[in-house]
């Protein structure tokens, strides 16, 4: 069998799976803090080509792959554009979190003096599943549920400083709150009174901030939430961290619908080039197998 | 079907609800007392395509599996709880709630058994009508019939031959024909608590979910027991609806354009099963 079916198939089915991811990124162009994802291909390993003939030393020709595959999806944790909505329950991260001797580029990455690169910490709401796991997302598109608890589109509950729900409850009163007023701290108040909001063990209650200092760490759960991998890094944004949270506004994916747009007619062309090839070993086999050793009269 | 062909459905999909929202918004633009709704997209849950350990080669940026989105679909919906600006109208039945106030109204439903229930569900909408009973007295309804409640739980009678006059604490006075004013009952008021658990019923109403503890939802209100009432009542008036036009019709080519991009990559997608499918031939 020629290898060249195999090779191009394992291209055909590559560039399908970043279609996929193309596509996905493409779907999320309004998703709220959602970040695009790059397939990251790689080759197979490489063989090594020897001749062999009869009587002789095998030599070897050179070094061979034979194929390529998906290897990762790497999001791309720049800052999406904030866009206004002014409903009092959305909020929206702003962070440039500068780590000292390094230099972010605009996309998100520094070269540390030996060649290696290191991505820029990013910081994220954190959230709450149902079974106590803790979430890490960018999109704020909060509500109020009927507990008073402020919680993801979801039912994730968001945690507040200490590791508690938040629950909107006036300080002065212990009545229910409609409305609350957040600082770029992530601060609670209660709009009328100006009031700080407490939480359960009576401190002052703060959106809890986290500040992930390898972003690559964490896994896309869905629903616009990470999980970070186990024994990832992730401490509290301190107050020198140049992180602001802004309510009323929701923070745009940060798909470029341009660049997405030809990634896919790039994948599809490529896909098409690897069937070609199949197409063409398919007729060099057919040769081989109708064509070789027919004897034309 | 593959991936990418299920990943634009899904979110085709969702697109087409968040389309029906800006219709439903656009076309209750002179409704009074509508409040505007809207949703965001969220990510589908993911897949995650598990590697083996010998996946974890040098430069590797991400944990070991590589994760596909599968599309997006629509948040559940939220309503902008802003107050709409007030349109004077000089008509007596005609009421506006300034603050986050609602007016309780008695919805009386008869079931396919024929059993007839009563609950109180919200609106703000306060074009209200003096609405006759099958005896000729007059009540205080709403554009649809329902009747308006008082504090009393019981809805309010105008006496033939009365006017009404409604102050700013939302109680409510019969002016006859000399001049004499007798206060008839106090419009039943309620504060918004949770303005995101409140369903809409239709005819302009919203009730509290089912199962929810009275008062939790919506408070009842008495602006006559505050010194300085932040829901007022404003006769003479109406609530506009708080869509605004301009920021739907930008919503609108949003989502139109979206769908679009979609639809393309729905497209090619196809284009790669056709491949696929020749190539044998």
């Known amino acids: ?297 | 079907m593959n991936a990418s062909e299920l990943n634009s459905l899904a979110s085709m999909h969702g697109l087409q609800q968040k389309l029906n929202i800006i219709s439903n918004n656009i076309a209750n633009v002179d409704t009074v007392g509508y409040k505007s709704k809207d949703a965001e997209f969220q990510t589908v849950l993911t897949s995650l395509m598990s590697q083996p350990k010998g996946f974890q080669l040098q430069g590797r940026l991400t944990p070991l599996g590589v994760s596909f989105g599968n599309g997006v679909k629509l948040a559940p919906q939220q309503m902008d709880a802003s107050e709409g600006s007030l349109k004077v109208t000089d008509q007596a039945t005609d009421l506006a709630i300034q603050g986050d106030g609602l007016f309780a109204v008695n919805v009386h439903s008869t079931d396919a058994a024929g059993n007839v229930t009563d609950r109180t569900a919200w609106t703000r909408d306060g074009s209200f009508k003096l609405t006759p009973d099958a005896q000729g007295n007059r009540y205080l309804g709403t554009a649809q019939g329902h009747l308006v409640l008082g504090t009393s739980g019981n809805p309010i009678q105008v006496p033939q031959g009365d006017t009404i006059r409604v102050d700013a604490k939302g109680r409510v006075f019969g002016v006859d024909a000399q001049g004499n004013s007798t206060q008839l009952d106090q419009l039943q008021l309620g504060k918004i608590l949770k303005p995101d658990a409140l369903q809409p019923i239709g005819d302009n109403l919203l009730e509290a979910p089912a199962g929810a503890a009275p008062n939790s939802v919506v408070s009842t209100y008495d602006p006559t027991q505050v010194s300085q009432p932040d829901i007022t009542v404003r006769q003479g008036a109406l609530e506009q609806s708080n869509v605004n036009l301009a920021q739907q019709m930008s919503e609108l080519t949003v989502v139109e354009r979206q769908y679009q991009l979609s639809a393309r990559a729905l497209a090619n997608a196809d284009a790669m099963m056709n491949m696929a499918s020749n190539l044998h031939g």
């Open chain 1, 1 to 297: 069998m020629l290898r060249g079916l195999y090779t191009a198939a394992a291209g055909m089915i590559a560039q399908q799976q970043r279609n996929d991811t193309i596509t996905n990124n493409i779907n999320n162009l309004n998703t709220p803090g959602y970040k695009a994802q790059n397939s990251e291909l790689r080759s197979f390993p490489e063989m090594l080509m020897l001749r062999l003939a009869k009587g002789q030393q095998t030599k070897p020709i050179g070094s061979l792959n034979s194929g390529v595959m998906m290897e990762e999806n790497v999001n791309n944790f720049q800052q999406g554009s904030l866009k206004q909505t002014q409903r009092p329950f959305d909020f929206a991260i702003q962070s440039n979190i500068q780590v000292s001797g390094l230099n972010f580029g605009a996309n998100g990455e520094a070269v540390k003096a030996n060649g290696s690169v290191v991505f820029q910490p990013q910081a994220y709401f954190t959230v709450q599943d149902g079974s106590g796991n803790h979430l890490y997302t960018r999109d704020g598109n909060f509500t109020v549920n009927g507990q008073g608890q402020l919680v993801t589109s979801d039912g994730y509950q968001v945690l507040g400083k200490g590791g508690n729900p938040i629950v909107l409850t006036d300080p002065a009163t212990g009545n229910p709150l409609s409305k609350v007023r957040v600082n770029a701290s992530g601060q609670l108040f209660n709009p009328n009174t100006r009031q700080a909001l407490q939480n359960a063990s009576g401190q002052p209650a703060a959106l809890m901030l986290s500040r992930i200092n390898s972003p690559n760490q964490l896994i896309p759960q869905g629903n616009g939430a990470y999980q970070l991998s186990a024994g990832a890094s992730v401490t509290p944004v301190n107050a020198a961290d140049d992180v602001s949270v802004k309510q009323g506004y929701l923070e745009q994916s940060n798909v470029n619908s341009a660049q997405s747009m030809t990634g896919l007619m790039d994948a599809l062309r490529m896909y098409q080039a690897n069937q070609q090839v199949i197409r063409y070993t398919d007729r060099s086999l057919n040769l081989a197998a109708n064509e070789v050793g027919k004897i034309n009269g």
